[in-house]
C-alpha cells in the first residue's frame, strides 16, 4: 500500500513538473518570440555576390571580371576601319631653309669696335657690318706686308740674271719661295675673315677690321653689342634669306606610304587664309618619334614677298592615294597616367583594359586610333569612366 502511494504520489509530483516544464517552455517561448533572444528556426540566408576581379591570362593580359549584373547603364560600340580620302592633311611650321642661312663668327679674341646692323635689318652681300679689335689682326697684316717686301727685294734686276747662268737658278728659287710666303701670309688673313678687297687695300698694320656679310637676307639674330669682348668661335651675326622656307609637317606613321619625296603640296596659314603656297615635299626625317609615332617631312616652298615667316604655323595638304584609318568613338577614352585608355568588351562580364595611340581627326565624335585597336572590337562607351574605377579599385588602387 505505501508503494502503491509511493508510486502513486511520485506520478501526481510527475504530472505537475510536467506541467510546469511546459509552461516555462512557452513563456520562454513568448518572451524569446518579443525580444529575439531565443533564436527561432533556421532562415534561409542570400548569398554575397562575388566582387570583381583581376584575371591575369596565360599570354600576359589582365582580365576584368565582374561577375552578376552588368553595370548599369553599360554600353558599347564597334570599332570601324573607314576608308581615307586622297587629301592627307597635317600640321606644319615654317622655317627658314638651313641652306640659306649664315652665321658670322669671330675668328680671334678681341673686342667689337662698333656694329652697323640691328636684328631684322636687311643686308646684301659684301656688306660691313661689324669693326672687331684684335691685336691678331695687326699682327697678321705685318706679316703679310713683309712678306709683299722680301718678294720684291728677292727679285734680282734684270742685268744681273743677264750676267751669268750660274747665278740664274737661285734667283729663281728664292722669288718661289718669296711668292710662296706672301701667298702665306694672305691665306692667313682669309682665315680670320678678312675680305679680298679688304686685303688688296692693306698699306700698314690695323688692329680692326670690319666683318661683312657673307650672303644677302635678313639679321635673324644679333649678338654683337658695341664694346663687348669676344672669344674666337662666338658667333656674332645669324643671316637668313626669306626667298625660300620650309614647311616642317609631321607625319603618323601609318601615313609613311602615302608620301614620296618630290610630291607637290599645298600649304594655308592663318595669317593669309586666301593665299595657297605650293611646293614640294624635299625630304622625309629617318628618325621616329617614339612617343607620337610621327616623323617629320620637309616641303621646299616658294615665298613671294616673304610673306611666310619662321614659327608660323600652316596647315599641309598632300594629294596623295586614299588610304584606311581605324576609328572609335571619342566617349571611350579614359585618361589615365599621361595616357588613353579604352575597354575592349570581350563578353560575359569580362573586359580587357588596353593602351591606345590616337591621332587628330575632323570626324565629330571619333577618334583615329593609331595603335592599340582592330576593326571590329567593341569597346566600352557609356560608364567607361565607372569600369576605370572598377578597375582601380579590383586593382586594390584608390580610383
Known sequence: MRRRLAGGRACVIGMRGWRIAAAIAAIAFAIGGCTGTVPGPAAATTPTPA???LVAQADGRTILEIPGPPVPGLTTAVVRQIELPGVLEANGQVAFDDRRVATIVSRVAGRIDATRVSQWDNVRRGQPIVALYSPDFMTAEAE???????????????????AGADFGAPVAVEGNL???MVMAARRKLELLGMDSADIAAIREPNPTVWMRAPISGTVIENKAMRGAAVAAGDPLYALGTLDDVWIVADIYEDDLARIHVGQQMRATTTAYPDAVFTGVISRISPDLDPTTHTLQVRCAVRNPGARLKPQMLARVRVVTNPGEAIVAPIEALVFDTNDYFVYVALGGGRYERRRVRIGSWKEQGAVRVIAGLA???????????QLNSIWHQANGESS
Not at 709683299?148 to 742685268?159: E, G, Y
Not at 576593326?375 to 569612366?385: D, F, L, N, P, T
Open 375 to 385: 576593326a571590329g572590337e567593341r569597346v566600352v562607351v557609356a560608364e567607361s569612366i
Open 178 to 180: 718669296a711668292g710662296a
Open 51 to 53: 566582387a570583381p576581379r
Open 144 to 162: 703679310y706686308i713683309q712678306a709683299k717686301i722680301t718678294a720684291r727685294l728677292s727679285v734680282a734686276p734684270a742685268a744681273t740674271q743677264a
